[in-house]
């Protein structure tokens, strides 16, 4: 049976290229990795090839597999030396850009798996013009241009490439990166793995070098990608997966297996948001204490999806009073995409850089600006994340992907950081619970529990008009609750892509990003 192919983004322009890649006959992974690429150049205060990524890749009739592209830290980084200078690691500049990145390993890995016969040329032809000739800023990245002012404006080579003359930038400028294209088009011409021990990995290191990064060759050369099996738990409306270690996927799937034992309760929309947020509060209370490297885990963390751990999550419950949360959130920007390809394979994939443009550090011979993921470890000697050599940080970024009891399949996700599990609950739960069409399950007003970077409050955020509906009513069962303006960025860039029993696709993007959603013939 020929499937209906679909491709959704959080650019149109990656969206875009993407589905032409499956109307050539091309895999979900193919597909992906071309729209990987283009939204690098579309969107590089939220991702790009000097971060990381994470896929899930569903084939049809197979159990998933998970491939983690996450860079480690410099192998021979000094951790007494960063505490010297103080208790916080940095977030700007050479210091921030202490791990490898690791998504084009993980593009390759992906290829190697699911591809057919495009060559890399055709995957990343169409990035490469776009970084040779120029792209459109959006409001999305004015935004980040203007959050990021004071962090990375004194940092000359970003100065010079992603501000205009000193200001910040404006919808309808124009964004060109000659070096990325040129980076990119060694990669198509000389193979993915050029970037770690090849041409690439020399200049980039030394440039890393030379900027003062602890990050050296012998860091690329070390860096592959891996190939693991996704966490997953069985729920009342099917099987869904998630990502292992070192990332928060457990708590997406800890959310949604906590609620599915409340639903029950759930007689209103006030009691669906009370719900999620209160199973949200369960789910981050473990993720915070265990998730970290899957080297130094207490435990592995599908053995936090049993029975008697979501039992004792929903024993925590209450469905009339909120539970108390003073709680650090992590920050994060992000991007989601999911395919579905002819074949019946289905893609979540995530990629980032972490904060907006990442360290901000950008290296000109290579196009490449650094992610700043290492600022997601402690210096905290006892702390489970704690700096060290060649370790994982933690990871926000988690694709989701489920089965469902009517034989219907589910790629979606979103960027947000310490919203993406939050808004993955959501978004299920309104389209799997609560009735709602894909596209409204999507679009309509989401709310976001913890603070995010650049906001010191620990709050209920809603989107306006949800406020005005309940902010009381949650007030009143103690949840400390504010407002957003609608259709709100800090709520994410969502999507997601539904293949019936038959073969037929339903797609849906995020009003909040400039993307869009792709059906096939």
């Not at 409050?457 to 504010?482: F, I, K, P």
Request: charged share 20%; aromatic share 8%; glycine share 8%.
């Amino acid at each position: 049976m020929k499937h209906q192919t679909a491709f959704t983004a959080p650019h149109y322009k990656a969206a875009q290229v993407g589905q032409q890649i499956l109307d050539a006959g091309g895999t979900a992974s193919e597909a992906m990795v071309a729209a990987a690429a283009m939204i690098s150049v579309q969107y590089p205060h939220m991702n790009g090839i000097g971060g990381d990524s994470f896929w899930l890749i569903a084939k049809k009739g197979q159990t998933p597999v998970a491939i983690d592209g996450c860079g480690a830290a410099a192998l021979n980084i000094d951790v007494d030396a960063f505490r010297a200078k103080g208790s916080e690691l940095p977030e700007a500049g050479a210091d921030a850009s202490i791990t490898m990145a690791g998504t084009v390993a993980a593009w390759q890995k992906a290829l190697e798996m699911d591809a057919t016969n495009l060559s890399l040329i055709q995957l990343l032809q169409p990035a490469i013009d776009a970084a040779r000739s120029g792209i459109e800023v959006t409001q999305s990245l004015v935004n980040a241009s203007e959050k990021t002012y004071q962090r990375l404006a004194s940092l000359p080579a970003f100065a010079e490439r992603f501000l205009k003359q000193g200001k910040t930038l404006q919808v309808g400028d124009t964004l060109i990166n000659e070096a990325l294209a040129n980076t990119l088009t060694r990669l198509a011409e000389s193979g993915l793995d050029d970037f770690y021990r090849g041409e690439i990995a020399e200049l980039a290191a030394k440039e890393l070098q030379q900027a003062g990064s602890p990050l050296g060759l012998k860091d690329f050369h070390a860096h592959q990608a891996r190939v693991l099996a996704p966490l997953s738990v069985q729920t009342s409306k099917g099987r869904l997966y998630n990502f292992g270690a070192p990332t928060q996927g457990v708590a997406s799937l800890l959310i949604l297996a906590i609620y599915d034992r409340l639903a029950a309760q759930a007689e209103s929309e006030i009691d669906h948001i009370h719900l999620l947020v209160e199973a949200t509060k369960q789910a981050f209370i473990i993720r915070d204490r265990e998730v970290c490297d899957e080297e130094n885990l207490t435990q592995p963390l599908q053995e936090w999806l049993t029975e008697s751990v979501i039992d004792e999550c929903v024993s925590n419950v209450s469905l009339q009073k909120a539970l108390p949360w003073p709680h650090q959130a992590k920050p994060g920007d992000t991007i989601w995409m999911g395919a579905s390809d002819q074949y019946g394979t289905m893609v979540s994939f995530i990629q980032s850089v972490y904060w907006e443009f990442g360290s901000g550090l950008f290296l000109p011979e290579t196009g490449i600006l650094w992610n700043c993921r290492g600022k997601s470890f402690s210096l905290d000697a006892s702390h489970h994340n704690v700096l060290a050599a060649g370790k994982k940080p933690f990871h926000t970024l988690n694709p989701a992907y489920a089965e469902l009891n009517d034989g219907s399949r589910m790629s979606y996700g979103t960027m947000g950081g310490e919203g993406q599990p939050q808004t993955q609950a959501c978004l299920f739960s309104r389209y799997h619970y609560q009735g709602d069409t894909l596209a409204d399950a999507v679009a309509k007003p989401r709310w976001l529990l913890g603070r995010t970077w650049g906001n010191s409050t620990n709050n209920l955020r809603l989107e306006r008009s949800l406020y005005d509906a309940y902010g009381e009513q949650l007030m009143q069962r103690g949840h400390d609750v504010t407002y957003v303006a609608d259709v709100n960025e800090l709520m994410g860039h969502a999507g997601a892509i539904v293949l019936n029993s038959e073969g037929k696709a339903c797609a849906t993007s995020d009003p909040r990003s400039d993307g869009r959603s792709i059906l096939g013939e």
